[in-house]
């Protein structure tokens, strides 16, 4: 691996799935990484908070993936939290800040959006995971033109990816096909979902850190599959028996398709070739395995 000729410093403002595959990332490319979740500083604390941002190099890049977790806490008292962390860092961010990059959601275009989903497409978030996205992007972008820092906002669609263990509907996906040799689809298996890898996401990071991009991107292949589609994608590269049964239990109070126009994201980074979920599901399943085989001998 060659070594960046750079001195370029990311700061990562949150931890978890995203913050550690991001902090990871970067400093497998030689930048400089300072990764701040809840063991290092508690975002909530602005006094704390703002005795850490002393140390940091003023001209920083930083990333912030924090966010209302929505399997967990989905609720007014997260979405206050995470609006105060976002208050608590525009508070304290030098002002020769280079760039903000923000990581939101495509859930902020509501239930039933237009379709293909495009950059230009109304929002309109149902519940408070997508409220507090849209909410924090639009107090960065006031704040961004008061301040003149850069900001770009990424809106993903599902995510997955190594360290998504219980997080994402691949795993789930996965982890019940190899352990229980069956998936239960419990919802609509009709429901039609965008996954990327989370490696693009890094990628797609760098790119804006090394090229000074700006805007607000949906992240997404353009390629939906059906959720009963991608469990036979899933099964189809096991070599046993797998099971796949439909219930049908959960109320459909989502999104039923989700289908994305990705020309804006390909004009912006021209290079960039997103991982095909198929592509995507043979690596993840293949470390899934991996992972295991780690776990027992450790046991």
Same mark, same amino acid.
């Given at each position: 691996?060659?070594?960046?000729?750079?001195?370029?410093?990311?700061?990562?403002?949150?931890?978890?799935?995203?913050?550690?595959?991001?902090?990871?990332?970067?400093?497998?490319?030689?930048?400089?990484?300072?990764?701040?979740?809840?063991?290092?500083?508690?975002?909530?604390?602005?006094?704390?908070?703002?005795?850490?941002?002393?140390?940091?190099?003023?001209?920083?890049?930083?990333?912030?993936? /924090?966010?209302? #977790?929505?399997?967990?806490?989905?609720?007014?008292?997260?979405? +206050? @939290?995470? %609006?105060? !962390?976002?208050? &608590?860092?525009?508070?304290?961010?030098?002002?020769?800040?280079?760039?903000?990059i923000f990581?939101?959601?495509?859930?902020?275009?509501?239930?039933?959006?237009?379709?293909?989903?495009?950059?230009?497409?109304?929002?309109?978030?149902?519940?408070?995971?997508?409220?507090?996205?849209?909410?924090?992007?639009?107090?960065?972008?006031?704040?961004?033109?008061?301040?003149?820092?850069?900001?770009?906002?990424?809106?993903?669609?599902?995510?997955?990816?190594?360290?998504?263990? /219980?997080?994402? #509907?691949?795993?789930?996906?996965?982890?019940?096909?190899?352990? +229980? @040799?069956? %998936?239960? !689809?419990?919802? &609509?298996?009709?429901?039609?979902?965008?996954?990327?890898?989370?490696?693009?996401?890094?990628?797609?990071?760098e790119n804006?850190?090394?090229?000074?991009?700006?805007?607000?991107?949906?992240?997404?292949?353009?390629k939906s599959?059906?959720?009963?589609?991608?469990?036979?994608?899933?099964?189809?590269?096991?070599?046993?028996?797998?099971?796949?049964?439909?219930?049908?239990?959960?109320?459909?109070?989502?999104?039923?398709?989700?289908?994305?126009?990705?020309?804006?994201? /390909?004009?912006?980074?021209?290079?960039?070739?997103?991982?095909?979920?198929?592509?995507?599901?043979?690596?993840? !399943?293949?470390?899934?395995?991996?992972?295991?085989?780690?776990?027992?001998?450790?046991?």
């Amino acid at each position: 691996m060659s070594k960046k000729n750079n001195s370029q410093s990311i700061v990562v403002l949150g931890g978890g799935f995203l913050g550690n595959n991001i902090t990871t990332y970067f400093k497998k490319k030689y930048y400089y990484v300072n990764l701040i979740d809840r063991k290092i500083c508690d975002l909530l604390d602005q006094k704390k908070l703002s005795i850490l941002f002393q140390s940091i190099p003023h001209s920083s890049t930083f990333i912030i993936p /924090a966010a209302v #977790t929505r399997l967990i806490s989905n609720n007014r008292n997260s979405y +206050d @939290r995470n %609006i105060k !962390i976002i208050e &608590n860092f525009l508070k304290v961010i030098p002002v020769s800040a280079k760039h903000v990059i923000f990581i939101s959601s495509t859930d902020v275009y509501g239930l039933d959006p237009i379709l293909p989903i495009t950059e230009l497409n109304p929002v309109d978030p149902k519940d408070f995971y997508a409220k507090v996205k849209l909410d924090s992007e639009i107090i960065l972008k006031k704040e961004s033109d008061i301040k003149g820092f850069n900001l770009t906002i990424l809106r993903l669609c599902g995510v997955y990816g190594k360290g998504d263990a /219980a997080g994402s #509907t691949i795993n789930r996906l996965v982890a019940s096909a190899i352990n +229980d @040799r069956r %998936i239960n !689809i419990t919802c &609509n298996p009709n429901i039609e979902r965008d996954y990327i890898l989370v490696n693009d996401i890094s990628r797609i990071i760098e790119n804006i850190v090394d090229n000074k991009i700006i805007g607000i991107f949906n992240i997404a292949t353009g390629k939906s599959q059906t959720i009963s589609g991608i469990s036979k994608n899933i099964v189809s590269k096991l070599n046993f028996k797998v099971d796949i049964t439909v219930q049908n239990k959960i109320a459909d109070n989502r999104v039923i398709k989700q289908q994305f126009d990705t020309s804006f994201l /390909a004009q912006n980074f021209k290079s960039l070739e997103m991982t095909s979920l198929n592509d995507g599901l043979a690596d993840y !399943i293949n470390n899934y395995f991996t992972q295991e085989v780690k776990n027992n001998n450790e046991d």
